[in-house]
């Protein structure tokens, strides 16, 4: 299947590309950007003599005419106008970005852009695989889950769905590598800023916030807005976030572990650690793991969990692939089984 990306010069399209030179059934056609005729190796030297394409305008039609999945890894408030040139086409999309995961009042109240066409949101299946397998199988729109809400989402799912916590006490703790920021400048993301240092930003207003929100709603409706912080580490890539919630019985780790093994047994990418054991960001650096830990406290009757992804990949270009795997009728873990990067 011939497979095609657009936005190849940031991170998430580089990852794209190093996650589909080797799969077994994704040939990558082409590869798109403004920066035209230019070759990928020149932006990302370490592609040299491995990838030789040349980054290539943006034309819809030949880009629907020679490939069935395109991939667009650009800024929101870009892709929603993308998605919808290819609407109507005869190619699916897996649109990486913000544009198409919450209704435009939303979009425009968080992400301060002018919103993606309704229809075209209300089409896009919410592409989180682990709960919404047999809807992003028959999908012709993807919106691919930020980072942020898919290790929180993924934590926070069996708790929510069985109802087993207080509706108004979900507080998520979250820290992202620098890579979450993308390639362009910020003073905050330099080196002389960021290293060594930890930065809270985007307090209670951060864009993530109503996409969680809006998919924990949908698991149970009796559900209260949360309180959701996120700071920034001194790390390339990786997502931590420490999610506390009030217990609504007396529950042991033991039981809380229990559930979390059962929903998630057959999920080839959620690693849940024994009673005790909680993951880091490292240990799943590189994957497409979500590694998940959970502890009670019996004097508090409080539930922390704690989820680590890699940005990059379970957090975009790896989630993207996996949905591209179903979409497309393989198996979702084609292309996706590398070991994590240690240290």
């Not at 035209?36 to 039609?61: A, R, T």
Request: proline residues 6%; hydrophobic residues 35%; contains cysteine.
């Amino acid at each position: 299947m011939n497979v095609s990306i657009i936005g190849t010069t940031g991170y998430g399209g580089a990852e794209l590309l190093r996650i589909l030179k080797q799969h077994p059934e994704f040939k990558i056609k082409s590869i798109h950007s403004t920066k035209e005729d230019l070759p990928i190796w020149n932006e990302y030297p370490h592609l040299y003599e491995i990838i030789d394409k040349n980054l290539q305008g943006i034309d819809s039609v030949q880009i629907a005419d020679q490939s069935d999945i395109v991939f667009l890894a650009t800024p929101s408030g870009v892709s929603g106008k993308l998605a919808e040139n290819f609407s109507g086409k005869n190619i699916k999309v897996i649109d990486l970005s913000g544009d198409l995961r919450i209704p435009a009042q939303a979009y425009l109240e968080w992400y301060k852009h002018a919103p993606a066409n309704e229809s075209l949101v209300e089409k896009a299946v919410y592409g989180l695989p682990e709960w919404h397998h047999d809807e992003i199988a028959s999908a012709e729109i993807i919106s691919n889950p930020g980072c942020y809400p898919t290790a929180a989402l993924l934590s926070l799912a069996p708790v929510v769905k069985e109802n087993l916590i207080k509706p108004d006490s979900i507080v998520v703790d979250a820290k992202s590598g620098v890579s979450g920021a993308g390639r362009a400048l910020s003073r905050s993301t330099s080196y002389a800023e960021a290293n060594e240092n930890l930065r809270v930003y985007k307090v209670n207003q951060h864009q993530h916030t109503p996409e969680i929100e809006q998919q924990l709603m949908k698991w149970n409706s009796a559900l209260k807005p949360i309180t959701f912080t996120t700071h920034l580490l001194p790390i390339t890539r990786g997502i931590m976030t420490t999610s506390y919630v009030q217990l609504t019985k007396d529950y042991t780790s033991s039981q809380i572990l229990e559930l979390y093994q059962s929903v998630y047994e057959k999920q080839p990418f959620i690693r849940i650690r024994p009673e005790n054991s909680f993951p880091s960001v490292k240990e799943v650096a590189g994957s497409n793991f979500c590694d998940i830990g959970v502890h009670v406290d019996s004097r508090t009757g409080r539930l922390t969990i704690v989820s680590v992804i890699d940005n990059l990949m379970k957090g975009a270009a790896g989630q993207a692939v996996q949905n591209a795997n179903i979409m497309s009728g393989l198996d979702e873990s084609a292309g996706l089984g590398f070991v994590p990067l240690y240290p």
